[in-house]
């Protein structure tokens, strides 16, 4: 079974702070993304990344940036956490080839700035 | 750009009654199409998808899901919903040519009443 791993489920950071959220694959996939789902607005797109050390503005990118080391690795960065930033973090991943390759998620990392 | 609408953002069946989801896309070549489910507190975990051939498409769980290209639809089925069946789910679109960028929708909340 593909897993998507996603390390930390529940976070509680101030306004300000650097955030890192960290997610990790196991199927050798090409692509990996992540989403933010918030209430009636469904998933939005924030990065999403193609192949190492490459990547992608997504539909909400501002506040944000990511980081791809390592294959199997994609990180999301709050460079300075704000309140608005409180939402449910999903990072995914899928194979590289015609967009009707399912894409894989992770169990969500819920983040809350005070 | 395509999207996906969800006109629906609560649906209340009693258990055992049958269920359709609709879902309609905008896009401007053959879409490829997805419905993934989300239970609380989850990721989201993928029901079927369509990118050709027969239109209407077997998921797990007992879901089916017709495209009717006249109408620009997507409806996902179920003749005898569970219990288990409340969750939210989501529509989503991908077209070719991209790096499986998706556009989801904005999510039906299922409530299964006894």
């Known amino acids: 079974d593909v897993k998507v791993t996603q390390s930390s489920r529940y976070l509680v950071k101030r306004t300000g702070e650097k955030v890192f959220l960290e997610c990790v694959q196991d199927?050798?996939?090409?692509?990996m993304f992540w989403y933010r789902q918030d209430p009636g607005l469904g998933l939005r797109l924030i990065y999403f990344s193609y192949d190492v050390k490459m990547k992608e503005k997504g539909d909400i990118p501002e506040g944000y940036s990511v980081s791809r080391e390592k294959k199997e690795r994609f990180s999301l960065i709050l460079e300075s956490a704000s309140t608005n930033q409180t939402s449910m973090y999903l990072c995914?991943?899928?194979?590289?080839?015609?967009?009707?390759?399912?894409?894989?998620f992770g169990e969500g990392s819920w983040l809350t700035v005070v | 750009a395509q999207s996906v609408t969800q006109p629906d953002i609560h649906i209340t069946v009693s258990e055992g009654a049958s269920l359709e989801l609709r879902c309609n896309y905008s896009y401007g070549a053959t879409p490829y199409l997805f419905w993934y489910v989300q239970s609380p507190g989850q990721g989201l975990q993928l029901l079927l998808k369509y990118f050709s051939g027969d239109t209407l498409v077997q998921g797990i769980k007992g879901f089916e899901a017709e495209f009717k290209r006249s109408q620009s639809s997507f409806n996902l089925r179920k003749p005898s919903v569970h219990w288990s069946d409340a969750a939210e789910y989501f529509c989503?679109?991908?077209?070719?040519?991209?790096?499986?960028?998706?556009?989801f929708g904005t999510g039906t909340k299922l409530q299964v009443i006894p």
């Open positions: 995914a991943s899928g194979s590289r080839g015609a967009a009707g390759n399912t894409i894989y």
């Open positions: 989503a679109v991908g077209y070719s040519g991209g790096y499986q960028k998706v556009t």
């Open positions: 199927m050798d996939h090409e692509n």
